[in-house]
């Protein structure tokens, strides 16, 4: 049950840091993102520069995603997904195993606990691998009784819509509270090469970036630019 997991510890244990590209049609900070790509080659693109997983976000309102898209994105490449939206009950938890998901974002901070723990068990029963995300102390504090393989430190606050300013001190404050033997994975606001490795500094075994590969003039010179080498 360790779908997206087990690649990125392979490629973090081959020395290099795991990156997750993160595609999003658009978003209520910068707006359009694709600028007239197709989603579908530009995640086939990401996978063939060496991405051991993809996320795509669904949510359609704010960043223009859709169960299709994340459909179409799953048949056409060939590592694991993630799916990133506000899931909320089970049959959310069914629809992205039918579209080919392997993994499943969980917010923590959208989520009451007993709410939380039934998801975490839904997705694994239905053969995906929960991704837990939290943003603070008292969230990390929260979810310190389940026993997660895959633990997200998002560096935004999600509930803000993209209009904070995050950073990867969120991560630096935070990761060594962890207390699972979890895949840490830093979330959002990650534009360079400095901000991955200050990551994996703070304890963090993977990165997940959207907007700079999103928005660098070659996306995949980006994703390998960030794909650095282990200390
Ligand atoms: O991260 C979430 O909790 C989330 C849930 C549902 C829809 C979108 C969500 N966040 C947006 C993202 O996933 C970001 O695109 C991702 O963290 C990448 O951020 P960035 O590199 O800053 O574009």
């Known amino acids: 049950m360790t779908k997206c997991t087990t690649p990125l510890w392979q490629k973090y244990n081959s020395g290099i840091i795991p990156v997750i590209p993160d595609i999003k049609c658009k978003s209520p900070g910068e707006g359009d993102l694709l600028a007239g790509r197709n989603p579908v080659a530009y995640a086939k693109s990401l996978a063939e520069a060496g991405a051991p997983v993809i996320s795509v976000v669904t949510e359609s309102e704010h960043y223009g995603g859709s169960v299709e898209l994340l459909r179409q994105i799953a048949e056409a490449v060939p590592v694991p997904i993630l799916r990133?939206?506000?899931?909320?009950?089970r049959e959310q938890l069914k629809?992205?195993?039918q579209s080919g998901a392997s993994g499943v974002l969980l917010i923590s901070s959208?989520?009451?606990k007993d709410q939380l723990r039934k998801l975490i068990d839904g997705a694994i029963s239905l053969g995906l691998e929960p991704l837990v995300e939290?943003?603070?102390?008292?969230e990390i504090n929260d979810v310190k009784e389940f026993q997660l393989s895959f633990l997200g430190i998002n560096n935004r606050n999600i509930l803000e819509w993209e209009m904070d300013n995050g950073t990867v001190n969120t991560?630096?404050?935070l990761a060594q509270s962890v207390s699972q033997n979890a895949l840490v994975l830093s979330e959002s606001s990650i534009m360079s090469r400095e901000d991955v490795v200050r990551a994996i500094a703070a304890g963090a075994h993977a990165v997940l970036v959207g907007t700079a590969i999103l928005k660098a003039k070659d996306p995949v010179a980006m994703y390998?630019?960030?794909s650095v080498p282990r200390g």
Do not use: G, R, S, V
Not at 134 to 138: A, I, K, R
């Open 84 to 89: 990133k939206d506000f899931i909320k009950t």
């Open 95 to 97: 629809e992205t195993a």
């Open 110 to 112: 959208i989520l009451e």
């Open 134 to 138: 939290t943003h603070n102390e008292e």
């Open 171 to 173: 991560t630096e404050k």
């Open 224 to 226: 390998k630019a960030l």
